[in-house]
């Protein structure tokens, strides 16, 4: 069996605990009765940064006066930060640890 690099196994540390904080956070949206909880997503811009930017880009492309268009922008925080800004999280320490490795060989 191969030894699984240390970035890999931060990466799924980092991705599972960020997947299983979202899920808390969207079960949490679920059980709360207020209708301004979903301003809450706010939280996860600077979580996900720079993926985040996908729902703030998405929110001025996308047209909120059609039944789907506003379908997909109410999908999109969940979408992007559920699924992008897990895998996001899962190669951060893989990025990291190229870019140290460039600058070792250096």
Not at 49 to 70: C, K, Q, R, T, W
């Amino acid at each position: 069996m191969n030894k699984m690099r240390t970035s890999t196994l931060v990466g799924m540390v980092l991705a599972i605990a960020h997947l299983l904080a979202f899920i808390l956070f969207v079960t949490y949206l679920g059980w709360s009765s207020e209708g301004q909880d979903i301003l809450l997503f706010t939280l996860w811009i600077p979580v996900d940064f720079p993926i985040s930017l996908l729902v703030l880009g998405g929110f001025e492309v996308i047209p909120s006066d059609d039944a789907s268009g506003s379908a997909i922008r109410r999908a999109l925080p969940y979408f992007v930060h559920g699924v992008l800004g897990t895998v996001w999280w899962f190669y951060i320490p893989r990025i990291i640890a190229m870019v140290f490795a460039k600058f070792a060989r250096q």
